[in-house]
């Protein structure tokens, strides 16, 4: 399955954006956003499954970004709101097809991933 990212750009803190991720065939996987910021190792932000009946986050991020999906468009989504500095980062979004339970924070459970694209919240 490819992967397209979208949706970032520059943006002061406080502030808002939306990335928009488009898959072929969206329903058949879980999926995820992480995020790499320079020098560090990519990390889980958001989860949803399937049919979008649950939701995970990681508590850097709770209360703050949403993870949503519309299969019928296969596009799935990360509003970012409250943005801070440290929130800067290249956000990628992944694709699992074979997570039903476990570990949804994890990068080895995802099998595809888009190109990324890079957020940047000044001060």
């Known amino acids: 399955v490819q992967l397209q990212a979208s949706g970032g750009g520059l943006v002061q803190a406080g502030g808002s954006l939306r990335l928009s991720c488009a898959a072929s065939?969206?329903?058949?996987?879980?999926m995820g956003w992480f995020r790499q910021a320079p020098g560090k190792e990519r990390e889980f932000v958001a989860a949803?499954?399937?049919?979008?009946?649950?939701?995970y986050y990681a508590e850097s991020v709770k209360g703050r970004f949403t993870i949503s999906r519309d299969n019928a468009k296969n596009l799935v989504y990360l509003q970012m709101n409250s943005l801070k500095p440290e929130d800067t980062a290249v956000y990628y979004c992944?694709?699992?097809?074979?997570?039903?339970?476990?570990?949804?924070?994890?990068?080895?459970?995802?099998?595809?991933w888009g190109q990324g694209t890079l957020v940047t919240v000044s001060s």
């Open positions: 992944a694709a699992s097809p074979s997570l039903y339970s476990g570990d949804y924070y994890s990068r080895s459970e995802y099998a595809y």
């Open positions: 065939g969206l329903s058949s996987y879980v």
């Open positions: 949803i499954t399937r049919r979008g009946g649950s939701t």
